[in-house]
């Protein structure tokens, strides 16, 4: 921990080689935060540097009483939703859901759930998740991820409520029927 204390207050005097070692230290982490909103290594990886370019330059507005790994992780999803929103215009069109169908197949099969537990590896439900188009992967990884409310993804993308969750809906319809499709395959 004091290591670690070291190393920011020579990244808040800019020091490039303590720079250096944060990166280092915190990429791979920031890197499994990233992997869940991009498609592919590349664009998570952009993702992560945007991320590091904040956290680098809002230093000086980082106090100690908040862990500084939760600080860093909250920054960078933040640069996701801000990246979604930067180049990715939500398309609008309010459709009606029926609440009822809305609620009564609001969580994946239990039965398909308990199944994909047991035969995929968390690899293999990563893929499935990436497989999503972007709205509704987004949606889905701040819901389910990330914990945050209907009203709060909906404030942060600009978005109404029914929009996230419509597009929350749509995403575990999506997953529910990759699973049942993969383990018609795989004969579980």
């Not at 293999?124 to 991820?145: G, W």
């Amino acid at each position: 921990m004091e290591k670690l204390d070291k190393l920011i207050e020579d990244c808040k005097r800019n020091d490039r080689r303590a720079q250096h070692a944060l990166y280092n230290h915190f990429f791979q982490s920031l890197m499994g935060i990233a992997r869940k909103y991009k498609h592919n290594d590349e664009e998570a990886a952009a993702l992560v540097n945007e991320a590091f370019f904040k956290i680098f330059t809002q230093l000086d507005r980082y106090h100690a009483e908040v862990p500084f790994e939760y600080w860093i992780k909250r920054i960078t999803i933040n640069t996701a939703i801000d990246d979604y929103r930067k180049y990715k215009k939500m398309k609008e069109s309010e459709q009606s859901i029926d609440d009822n169908m809305l609620a009564s197949s609001a969580l994946i099969n239990r039965e398909v759930y308990n199944h994909a537990e047991k035969a995929l590896q968390a690899k293999d439900i990563l893929k499935l998740i990436e497989s999503l188009d972007e709205n509704e992967r987004i949606v889905f990884n701040l819901f389910e991820i990330e914990g945050m409310q209907h009203a709060e993804i909906a404030e942060v993308l600009q978005v109404s409520e029914r929009t996230s969750k419509r597009y929350l809906y749509q995403a575990r319809e999506q997953l529910k029927s990759k699973m049942k499709t993969l383990f018609s395959v795989i004969k579980i």
